[in-house]
């Protein structure tokens, strides 16, 4: 499996709580993203990171910030939960941005519920 | 943004029955590319495609650029095929760097 792994699994957190979901690779890969999937929407880019500190928006980045300091870590935050959070992430890493014979790897996803 | 379409929604497969699912997508890309998600929620990559054709076992794709369109096709399905087949392009015309999914096919292939 390559190496890219998600923490945590599982998380319940109450509503206005400040939430960290952590995505770690070991593969040095520079292009790293956050989805979320929920019923009826397939999957959702959050924010990417093309290298250390080089992050950018996706479609439904409202209410989330990403930080990457290291090439292995992605992090991302959502500053106060809400219900509209609950869902589940993925990580997923990149080579080359996809752009290629390698395409993406993805983690085994975090599910959130915001109560 | 790329809009991507993907059909049917759902389908319900005998074992041993062939498949083909559609994706539409809205402008030309330069990255498409096709996933499974298993029952486990597990995504894996299985082409990459932006144009051409490729074979991987018992599946294979096929994308017509020029007109917009990639075709997944399953044959002799199996049990284990079961899952969401999700087709991705390019977010927008100026970066190939984030995926665009589309909704997915949901399949079921009973024994």
């Known amino acids: 499996d390559a190496g890219i792994t998600q923490s945590p699994r599982h998380k319940v957190t109450e509503t206005g709580t400040p939430v960290t979901l952590r995505c770690h690779q070991t593969?040095?890969?520079?292009?790293m993203y956050w989805y979320r999937q929920d019923p009826g929407h397939g999957l959702r880019l959050i924010h990417y990171?093309?290298?250390?500190?080089?992050?950018d928006k996706g479609e439904v980045s409202d209410g989330y910030s990403v930080s990457r300091s290291k090439t292995e870590d992605f992090l991302l935050t959502l500053e106060s939960a809400t219900s509209s959070q609950t869902s589940v992430y993925f990580c997923?890493?990149?080579?080359?941005?996809?752009?290629?014979?390698?395409?993406?790897?993805f983690g085994s996803g975090t599910r959130l519920t915001v109560v | 943004g790329i809009q991507v379409e993907q059909s049917p929604p759902d389908l319900i497969l005998q074992e041993g029955a062939n498949s083909t699912l559609r994706c539409n997508f809205s402008?030309?890309?330069?990255?498409l590319q096709w996933f499974h998600q298993n029952p486990w929620g597990q995504l894996i990559n299985l082409f990459y495609?932006?144009?051409g054709t490729k074979q991987n076992g018992r599946l294979s794709a096929t994308t017509v650029a020029t007109e917009r369109y990639s075709l997944l096709y399953i044959s002799s399905s199996q049990t284990t095929d079961s899952g969401v087949y999700f087709c991705?392009?390019?977010?927008?015309?100026?970066?190939?760097?984030?995926?665009?999914f589309g909704k997915g096919t949901s399949l079921l292939v009973t024994p």
């Open positions: 402008d030309s890309v330069n990255n």
């Open positions: 593969e040095n890969h520079r292009y």
């Open positions: 495609i932006p144009s």
């Open positions: 997923a890493i990149s080579e080359s941005g996809g752009a290629s014979n390698y395409g993406y790897t």
């Open positions: 990171s093309y290298g250390v500190k080089d992050t």
């Open positions: 991705a392009v390019d977010l927008n015309s100026n970066s190939g760097y984030a995926l665009n």
